[in-house]
């Protein structure tokens, strides 16, 4: 099956720092979502990104399906921006989940 | 408009008893997929309903589990009798799906929080 890994596994930032997420896949998807899962649990989507740029105010997401990679910008970090983010990728119907990486902002 | 909705939010149950997890999808949204997530496997998909039918159901872990969908706005996720490893949290998502293939992106509902004593 595909395989979907997720770098880095855990990052910790200062508030005000800029980080990348990264996510590579083993093979063509039909899709890809990016997820923040918050402290409570909730899994809240970021983006649907089967390929090109997207933006959403102080993230922004990248997918260059061809050489199989997805990133995730997060500008002007904010504690609560604090989490696991997700990447996940589909084949037909399924989605597979990357482990995540875990991001800690601090004040 | 609201999202997928899932009961009860938490569940304490010892072990042997039964417990029934339950979703609402998305209205309108055509494909339901219950999840499971610990730390030590990640999130797992347990099964997926097309059209309130089941398609795939490997990700099932054995027999004491069962899921029914008996309607376009309604599932279940049953675990009988529960056992102390199946604490976890139960997500249900539910997407827009064209056929078998869904493109569509998926919503997911709040989970429950399973804890078997």
């Known amino acids: 099956g595909i395989q979907v890994e997720q770098s880095p596994p855990d990052l910790i930032l200062q508030e005000g720092a800029n980080s990348t997420l990264r996510c590579n896949f083993s093979d063509s998807v039909n899709n890809l979502q990016w997820f923040h899962q918050n402290p409570w649990g909730q899994l809240i989507n970021l983006f649907y990104i089967p390929s090109g740029t997207k933006q959403n105010g102080r993230l922004s997401a990248t997918t260059v399906a061809t050489e199989r990679y997805s990133l995730l910008y997060i500008s002007s970090s904010q504690t609560t921006d604090s989490g696991v983010y997700f990447c996940?990728?589909?084949?037909?119907?399924?989605?597979?989940f990357g482990t995540g990486t875990r991001l800690k902002v601090l004040a | 408009d609201a999202g997928v909705i899932q009961s009860p939010r938490h569940e304490v149950t010892e072990m042997g008893q039964e417990v029934t997890l339950r979703c609402k999808p998305i209205?309108?949204?055509?494909?339901l997929f219950w999840y499971r997530q610990t730390m030590m496997r990640g999130l797992e998909l347990l099964i997926y309903?097309?059209?309130?039918?089941?398609?795939?159901d490997s990700g099932m872990p054995e027999d004491r589990f069962s899921a029914k969908m008996p309607n376009a706005s309604f599932s279940t996720l049953k675990i009988q009798p529960s056992e102390p490893r199946d604490s976890a949290v139960y997500f249900c998502a539910s997407s827009l799906g064209r056929g078998v293939s869904s493109y569509n992106e998926q919503f997911f509902g709040p989970g429950t929080r399973l804890t078997v004593l």
């Open positions: 996940a990728v589909k084949r037909t119907y399924k989605y597979i």
């Open positions: 309903f097309n059209n309130n039918v089941p398609i795939d």
């Open positions: 209205s309108g949204h055509n494909s």
